[in-house]
């Protein structure tokens, strides 16, 4: 289950392209980052926000290549990498690059998608990640409180993530709206890192839960 295994080739900008070009490239893409690439060589990554703050929309996107950010990942890297980089950070693609540092290509949110569904099963419904400390993977607890909201649960994987002493719960389940089952589990004090397939393409949703208990204390 490599990162090799499920990349997009079309998303890549020349460093040459101007400001206007790029963030048209973005809105078709549904996505507020893309890959700066000269044939193979990988240059970074540049934001709509960057782009957004220059004045001048004809400039060349190389005269800011200092706003690049140079995150990546490899080819043979396993996709919780890209799962764990994604969620964490809000990119909406994640360039990869082979061992000779050679761009490939990259990997969507719909790629990572697609492998989690080959990993955790291909039936129809969401993914849930959760962060634990070692102590609080109790997957009967976790699964009482997603059964509750009438959601059931198809598959779990847990894996620590890397760098840290914390672990990541995968859970597959078996709907799409899991708006209900992801307040049940803040509102039990549980982590909720990110879903894919719920039909939102926000990876980050605490800022979504927090609005959510706003709304609702009024």
Known sequence: MFVGQYISTDYQ???????HYVLERMDEFHCNHLPVVNQKVYQGLISQEVLLEQDDPNLAIETISHKFNHVYLFDYQHIYDALQLMSSQDYGVLPVLDKQYEYLGVLTKQDILVALNELLGQEEGAIIVLELGIRDNALSHIARIIESENVGILNTSIHHM???DKLEMIIKVNKTNVAPVVSSLWRNDYVVKATFGDGSDQSDIQNRYELLMNYLDI
């Open 13 to 19: 900008i020349l460093p040459t392209d101007d400001i």
């Open 162 to 164: 890397r760098d840290s």
